[in-house]
């Protein structure tokens, strides 16, 4: 086994590598960006090495800086998080020329899910259910234009290299095609410099699915459930729950073997996601796969009781899956509020500063995924995440009860955040009943 681990990133996630690792047995070694001298994630772990100036792309960015200082501490292996380098398959190809071991899947498979419109043929091939689109790439409008007539309006346009909502647009008919595919194509070219674009059927008021799985190198690969993340604005997730009220026992057997087929299609290896469209009358269609842990795995490992960033190290290091298909019981009911330091009411606006007084909630069934603590400065830097508050009852109505409480209970003084907003989220009547699906932040923002 490792004997020391590099996270190559900062925050709540770096923390909860750290605390894994430590009940691992396995040292840890921090990098940090000159604004994060003080960070928790500094703090906590058994060596930090400074890597850089504030801005990511001088820090937490910098792949020679990361790599020397896992040369320099004398780490096994590197843990990148979420966000950052996490997806970044250059990075990783450094990392495997360099013999440190990469916690998380081959440089060849984040490049070939990386590229979402080989990821999409990949999964006809596979069989795996994927949204009526084009079948070549697509570089012109005009060729665009012939190929959203056959799918259908209306349609959606899609940067091969996107993901997370760049490089996109809907085009609702012909009229409006030329425009959507060229302002989708530039916004592909400034961000991706690649103006390879694919074209689907635009399916509308989905559910945001995504399966959790887990692979070995051996060929094994189980999936942990489903998470239901149709609570998102402008691409950023909001709320996320485990099980979706829209997922009966039936319908999440047959979309778990779906995402089975999709990692095994793509030779995944370690923990990943497979993200769905669910429509009203559960049909699904695979969207994307994420090669990377993800911010809302804690509500997962709540239903499923399983420790992702342990499974994650051991199958990293060669071990087998620690659990069987049928060794994975999903129990209750699990929800994640993501608190961020803003101000809805300006637009969610950003609000780092300095955090005067503090207290996070606690009890029963209630975890804190958090790297702030009073004193604390948060930097302009960086995601305006501060801590992620999760919850466990038996069922849909006690988590959201116990959410409720749990929000009742934050007090954060010095900094402005969305607790409050997210508050009224829980209490709204369509969240309450369950009727949820990617346009929900929408709606309810028209009628505030
Ligand atoms: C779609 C779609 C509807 N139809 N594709 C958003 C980001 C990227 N992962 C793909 N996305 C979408 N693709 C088709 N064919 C709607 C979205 C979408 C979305 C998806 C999940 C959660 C929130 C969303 C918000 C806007 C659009």
Same mark, same amino acid.
């Given at each position: 086994?490792?004997?020391? +681990?590099?996270? &190559?990133?900062?925050?709540?996630?770096?923390?909860?590598?750290?605390?894994?690792?430590?009940?691992?047995? +396995?040292?840890?070694?921090?990098?940090?960006?000159?604004?994060?001298?003080?960070?928790?994630?500094? /703090?906590?772990?058994?060596?930090?090495?400074?890597?850089? @100036?504030?801005?990511?792309?001088?820090?937490?960015?910098?792949?020679?800086?990361?790599? #020397?200082?896992?040369?320099?501490?004398? &780490?096994?292996?590197?843990?990148?998080?979420?966000?950052?380098?996490?997806?970044? %398959?250059?990075? !990783?190809?450094?990392?495997?020329?360099?013999?440190?071991?990469?916690?998380? @899947?081959? #440089?060849?498979? +984040? =490049?070939?899910?990386?590229?979402?419109?080989?990821? =999409?043929?990949?999964?006809? /091939?596979?069989? !795996?259910p994927?949204?009526?689109?084009?079948?070549?790439?697509?570089?012109?409008?005009?060729?665009?234009? $012939?190929? *959203?007539?056959?799918?259908?309006?209306?349609?959606?346009? $899609?940067?091969?290299?996107?993901?997370?909502?760049?490089?996109? =647009?809907?085009?609702?008919?012909?009229?409006?095609?030329?425009?959507?595919?060229?302002?989708?194509?530039?916004?592909?070219?400034?961000?991706?410099?690649?103006?390879?674009?694919?074209?689907?059927?635009?399916v509308q008021h989905p559910r945001h699915i995504e399966f959790q799985?887990?692979?070995?190198?051996?060929?094994?690969?189980?999936h942990?459930g489903e998470r239901d993340c149709s609570i998102q604005?402008?691409?950023?997730k909001?709320i996320e729950e485990s099980p979706s009220a829209a997922i009966s026992d039936t319908l999440r057997e047959k979309m778990g073997?779906a995402a089975?087929? *999709?990692?095994?299609?793509?030779?995944?290896?370690?923990?990943?996601?497979i993200e769905f469209l669910l429509e009203s009358n559960e049909q699904f269609y695979f969207m994307?796969?994420?090669?990377?842990?993800? !911010?809302e795995?804690?509500i997962t490992?709540?239903i499923?009781?399983?420790?992702?960033?342990?499974? /994650?190290?051991?199958? &990293?290091?060669? $071990?087998?899956? #620690?659990?069987?298909?049928?060794?994975?019981?999903i129990?209750?009911h699990a929800i994640?509020?993501?608190?961020? *330091?803003?101000?809805?009411?300006?637009?969610?606006?950003?609000?780092?500063?300095?955090?005067?007084?503090?207290?996070?909630?606690?009890?029963?069934?209630? =975890?804190?995924? %958090?790297? +702030?603590?009073?004193?604390?400065?948060?930097?302009?830097?960086?995601?305006?995440?501060?801590?992620?508050?999760?919850?466990?009852?038996?069922n849909r109505r006690?988590a959201i009860?116990?959410?409720?409480?749990?929000?009742?209970?934050?007090?954060?003084?010095? !900094?402005?955040?969305?607790?409050?907003?997210?508050?009224?989220?829980?209490?709204h009547p369509d969240f309450l009943a369950g009727n949820i699906d990617i346009e929900f932040i929408?709606r309810?923002?028209?009628?505030?």
């Amino acid at each position: 086994m490792f004997q020391k +681990i590099l996270i &190559a990133n900062r925050g709540e996630i770096a923390v909860r590598i750290i605390r894994a690792c430590r009940e691992m047995g +396995i040292e840890t070694v921090a990098v940090y960006s000159e604004a994060d001298a003080e960070a928790l994630h500094t /703090q906590l772990a058994d060596e930090a090495v400074c890597i850089g @100036p504030a801005p990511s792309k001088d820090s937490y960015l910098n792949m020679e800086q990361i790599i #020397s200082a896992t040369i320099v501490s004398g &780490a096994d292996a590197i843990h990148p998080g979420f966000g950052f380098l996490s997806e970044n %398959s250059k990075f !990783v190809e450094l990392c495997e020329q360099c013999h440190i071991t990469f916690i998380g @899947p081959n #440089s060849d498979v +984040i =490049r070939k899910m990386g590229h979402k419109a080989e990821a =999409r043929n990949t999964m006809i /091939q596979a069989g !795996v259910p994927v949204i009526p689109g084009s079948k070549e790439p697509i570089y012109d409008a005009k060729t665009g234009a $012939k190929i *959203a007539e056959e799918i259908g309006y209306p349609v959606i346009v $899609k940067a091969a290299l996107g993901g997370g909502g760049k490089g996109m =647009r809907v085009a609702q008919n012909a009229d409006e095609f030329e425009a959507s595919f060229q302002t989708a194509q530039k916004e592909a070219e400034m961000a991706f410099a690649d103006g390879t674009m694919y074209i689907e059927h635009f399916v509308q008021h989905p559910r945001h699915i995504e399966f959790q799985i887990l692979a070995d190198s051996y060929g094994n690969v189980i999936h942990l459930g489903e998470r239901d993340c149709s609570i998102q604005r402008n691409h950023q997730k909001m709320i996320e729950e485990s099980p979706s009220a829209a997922i009966s026992d039936t319908l999440r057997e047959k979309m778990g073997q779906a995402a089975i087929k *999709a990692a095994k299609a793509a030779h995944y290896v370690n923990a990943g996601t497979i993200e769905f469209l669910l429509e009203s009358n559960e049909q699904f269609y695979f969207m994307e796969m994420n090669t990377r842990i993800q !911010v809302e795995h804690p509500i997962t490992e709540w239903i499923t009781g399983i420790d992702l960033i342990k499974e /994650q190290i051991r199958i &990293a290091d060669g $071990k087998r899956l #620690s659990y069987t298909q049928d060794q994975v019981k999903i129990s209750g009911h699990a929800i994640e509020v993501r608190i961020n *330091a803003e101000r809805p009411e300006e637009n969610f606006l950003p609000c780092p500063g300095t955090i005067t007084g503090l207290h996070l909630p606690g009890g029963k069934g209630v =975890r804190i995924d %958090s790297a +702030i603590y009073s004193g604390y400065t948060i930097p302009p830097y960086y995601d305006s995440m501060i801590a992620k508050i999760s919850v466990w009852a038996k069922n849909r109505r006690e988590a959201i009860q116990k959410m409720q409480s749990a929000l009742g209970e934050v007090i954060i003084e010095g !900094v402005d955040t969305n607790v409050n907003y997210q508050y009224a989220l829980l209490n709204h009547p369509d969240f309450l009943a369950g009727n949820i699906d990617i346009e929900f932040i929408d709606r309810i923002q028209q009628e505030a």
